[in-house]
């Protein structure tokens, strides 16, 4: 065997990787070639070098890594309802109840934000202010992770936690919050879309017309919700059915939403209905400055 031949093969013997016969024949050389022998000698030297030089990543760089590319996920049960919620290092990304199990909550988040999920524990002020939001109480988590929302979704989203606890607001007023006058049926997509319902409280958005409206997990859910937050639902219904959309005062000269705090402390002996902003204007009303109902006047 030349040392050409040999030089070639050298590597392959030394990870066991040509067959019994070539190696005979590479080893009969070397005992008659010194040059080759040092050319072994150097690249076992060289790949043991190479060996010493593997490192094994740190628990804190294999944990960096992993958050870059995946999101956390876990569940819990409330009021007879799996819930499932999505987070990152961020914070709370996706609440959803509508889920059939794990592998769909999965791949539902993967849809909706090209990531994938690995299990893991959900913290606990995030537990807790899903479990409030959902029970209609206080919540006070501002870690929400918005990353893979449009800018239009964050305004949107970010306008309706503005919203009081217990009022509602159409959608006519939340598009011209977000300076987007014309895009009601854009705000619509959004609220059907919202990917943390109840934290982001889709549910106190209504219909122009008045009432209630619907609700992804049902109109039934929607009222449940609202009621627990102490939203006059019965009011909301009354007044609908009448076409009355707004409130006014007979003492102060202010119309407000039906909803709106201001205009549930009117006694019943002041309270002015209104069909329309412009309706209240021309009798002289303004409008509260408080839950700003002129600008739903779309």
Not at 1 to 17: F, G, K, S, W, Y
Not at 32 to 39: T, V
Not at 139 to 149: M, Q, V, Y
Not at 255 to 272: G, K, L, T
């Amino acid at each position: 065997m030349q040392c050409r031949n040999v030089l070639t093969h050298i590597d392959a013997m030394r990870t066991d990787e040509i067959d019994s016969q070539d190696r005979d024949r590479i080893r009969q050389h070397l005992d008659d070639c010194p040059s080759c022998e040092e050319s072994v000698t150097d690249l076992e030297g060289f790949a043991a070098l190479a060996r010493s030089l593997r490192h094994s990543p740190s628990e804190s760089l294999a944990e960096r890594v992993c958050s870059s590319v995946l999101d956390s996920y876990d569940s819990f049960d409330l009021d007879g309802d799996r819930v499932w919620v999505a987070f990152s290092s961020a914070g709370l990304r996706m609440v959803d109840i509508a889920a059939a199990d794990e592998s769909d909550f999965r791949e539902r988040y993967r849809k909706r934000f090209g990531r994938e999920l690995r299990r893991a524990p959900i913290p606990e002020n995030c537990r807790k202010s899903v479990e409030a939001a959902m029970l209609g109480l206080p919540i006070g988590l501002d870690a929400i992770d918005f990353s893979g929302l449009t800018e239009f979704e964050r305004d949107v989203l970010t306008t309706i936690r503005k919203i009081p606890r217990g009022e509602v607001r159409p959608y006519a007023w939340v598009a011209r919050a977000v300076r987007r006058p014309r895009a009601i049926r854009a705000v619509g997509n959004v609220m059907a879309n919202n990917p943390m319902p109840f934290v982001l409280p889709c549910h106190r958005v209504v219909p122009s017309s008045g009432g209630v409206g619907n609700y992804a997990f049902g109109p039934d859910r929607k009222r449940r919700v609202l009621r627990s937050e102490g939203a006059p639902i019965e009011l909301l219904d009354s007044l609908a059915r009448e076409g009355v959309r707004f409130v006014g005062s007979a003492t102060t000269r202010i119309y407000c939403f039906p909803s709106c705090r201001d205009a549930r402390r009117i006694r019943e002996e002041n309270r002015v209905p209104f069909r329309s902003a412009e309706d209240a204007a021309r009798k002289g009303f303004r409008a509260c400055l408080r839950c700003m109902p002129e600008t739903a006047s779309a």
